[in-house]
């Protein structure tokens, strides 16, 4: 069932302060990714938020859901979302990347509550996340992984090898969420790898695949519906995103995958925020 | 001879694996090499064939860890630490998860396939990876133990096994410890420090020099990782003369770890590091390239007679 209007009103308001504070934090650290942060807020918002079964008071609960964010250098917005949802104080936001701190540049399932695998190197995040469901199926434990990556992450030969096993270990636990902005480190998909008919070629694979506006909630939510619905096989859902979404000047620009803000840049992405001209 | 190493390991994984539901066994593609099949064929729902993709099957490995499964990770020595060093790392040292990298046809034991296919890097590759604990087998009763050994102990581990037969030094009441190496055979006037294949060769240049009345403490240190830190420097102490000997590179492996070893606690500094010497092999019969690439019993003994001179030079 989709969800209410209303319901969507208070996710986009959340994003709206995710985004927000990534900002603040990011400028004032120095350091970070924002680009992959803010395209992929509106996913891990519907995840945790909406669709996924967490317990903050529990994090090793068994019959959680898993999410395995396969793009570890959104690790500011995971960060973020767990910290909203109580996994630790939002105060200790202000250690990331800092010594001593449990929050990694890139996250570790040891130090961090709520993080499910440490993730960073690409390609590497999707297999293990076929693990856990197959370790879950074996364990008879009805819970769902989902697997959040990046498209620039598909360059990696890995993943389209833990696309045949998943197909064959007909892992219908699994749901794979793209987050499909088009943009990599270095330059646009387009320029660094072509990844063609995306869609094509995660059929081709044996996954059921879904499409929807990665910025919409409430399409998020139906697509992820869908492909909780699928059986016998993995399901892939390719969230068409913006890299950047909500700064005009980070949009779609691969120069703002992971370089510092500046104060007069700070100003201005703050003042598109508020939704402020 | 025993058996091979290859045959008691896939015994061991199914004579184990029974009485534990968690442990669950991948391949890639070479399960009837590695004889991992044996546990695919009595337990198929945990046992994944991933398919010619070791970097994808270590990190499913990894996934599965993470549900409180035990992964032995099967596949040759020489792919798992190059394709599969990734998920090893990330997952299996950084995260600790409790892996069982097992490396088939350790050293030159795959020896007419050639160098492409011969492992003489793993034990120094793992060795670095904190958290890892790092074993060689030499013997059908230690390759059976380090399977039995892997299941009750949580640490990710990687486990180096031959291909081939190999001398048998121990029995079926054998007692091991991981970081407790053992004596094979004592003697004052040198110590062979040795793993995998290299015990049997020590143990006969231990008795070729006992006919020159040289007599040598013989060592398996199978633990490479924790390594046995007292016992290298009591046979430091005792002896004053130290030969490593190992199948595998000369650099950083087991004789590495030795000599971390002594000239990190105040042994008595003489090894000489008997091992393939910063060089790839070649393809030939396996008694032949162990002989050429100077890991022959002759190249032992010469070894042992060159540190005991040394020896002597320091006074």
Redesign the interface.
Known sequence: MSISLSRKQELDDLCRKFRMDLIELLYSIQTGHPGGSLSVCEILTALYFEKARVDPKNPGWEHRDRIVLAKGHAAPMLYRILAEKGFFPVEEMKTLRQLNTRLQGHPCALETPGVELSTGPLGIGLSAALGIALGLKLSKIDSTVYAVMGDGELNEGTVWEALMSASKFKADNLVIIIDRNNVQLDGTADEIMPMGDLKAKLEAFGCEVFECDGHNISELCDAIDNAKAVKEKPAAIIARTVKGKGISFMEGESAWHGKPIGFEEYKTAMAELRGEE | MGRSQRDVYGDALVRYGKDNENV?VLDADVSNSTKSAGFGKDFP??F?N??I?E???????????????I?FINTFAVFLNSIGL??AR??GS???LNMKFIGAYGGLSDSYDGPSHHSLEDIAIFRTLPNFQVFVASDEYLTDWLVKNAIEVNAPMYIRISRDETRTVYTPETKFEAGKGKVIREGNDATIIACGVMVGQAVEAAEKLAEKDIYVRVIDMFTIKPVDRELILESSALTGAIVTAEEHSVIGGLGGAVAEVLTSYGGKIVQEFVGVNDCHAECGQYSQLLDKYGLGVDSLVAAVEKAIARKKEKG
């Open positions: 669950v729902e945990r994944f991933a398919g993709a970097a994808n099957m270590v990190s499913m490995a990894a996934g599965l860890a993470a549900t409180g499964k992964p990734i998920g990330n997952f950084y995260s600790k």
